[in-house]
């Protein structure tokens, strides 16, 4: 089961349990009951539907915040604490985020995020941003337009623009690829970040 169902499900299967409780209690009859299981037993996967469309409209989707320390506890999103108008959007699969943090700080939290699996998180970010360096090199614009193209389908839901400045800062989380890219220009308060659940 997908994790985003886990908790509609639950929340199904509580109702129709508390449901059939209350009917055994107040119905006399033996077939009434049996009538009852058989039309829970059809109900169940609409009800679940229903039940994730109500839960899903208040998880997902566009949310805002001055400071990191609003949003509710969530451990799968990951935000520097110092983070401030931040624009989140929720969806089943992860989300993305938009912010304001000083790069020094950015950096420390990408460190201290990539100690919490020190074994998937050896990459060094010199490797992924020195062809910044040579804007006359032929790399440059190669690359600068592989990662405008990447960034595109990263945030594909907005329309946040991509700058050819901007460093790449990679975190793994997991060991099947969950974790968090971010993006943030030099000398820049603006941060991207966009997450996949681990």
């Not at 209690?25 to 009538?35: H, I, S």
Request: aromatic share 14%; charged share 20%.
């Amino acid at each position: 089961m997908f994790a985003s169902g886990v908790l509609p499900f639950q929340i199904t299967v509580v109702i129709f349990v508390i449901s059939l409780i209350i009917l055994n209690v107040t119905a006399r009859r033996r077939r009434f009951f049996l009538e009852s299981i058989f039309a829970a037993a059809l109900l169940f996967i609409p009800s679940c539907i229903g039940v994730t469309f109500l839960i899903d409209l208040a998880r997902y989707g566009k949310f805002e915040y001055e400071a990191a320390s609003e949003i509710n506890h969530d451990p799968y999103i990951k935000l520097p604490d110092s983070a401030r108008n931040i624009v989140l959007h929720r969806n089943a699969g992860g989300y993305i985020a938009r912010f304001s943090v000083t790069t020094p700080r950015l950096k420390a939290w990408i460190e201290e995020m990539r100690s919490i699996r020190p074994d998937l998180n050896r990459l060094k970010d010199v490797n992924r941003n020195d062809w910044h360096e040579n804007i006359d090199s032929p790399l440059y614009n190669k690359m600068a337009e592989m990662n405008s193209e990447m960034f595109a389908n990263r945030f594909s839901a907005v329309e946040w623009k991509y700058d050819p400045k901007m460093h790449e800062f990679q975190v793994l989380m997991s060991d099947r690829g969950g974790g968090f890219t971010v993006y943030q220009a030099p000398g820049s308060d603006i941060a991207y970040l966009t997450a996949a659940y681990w």
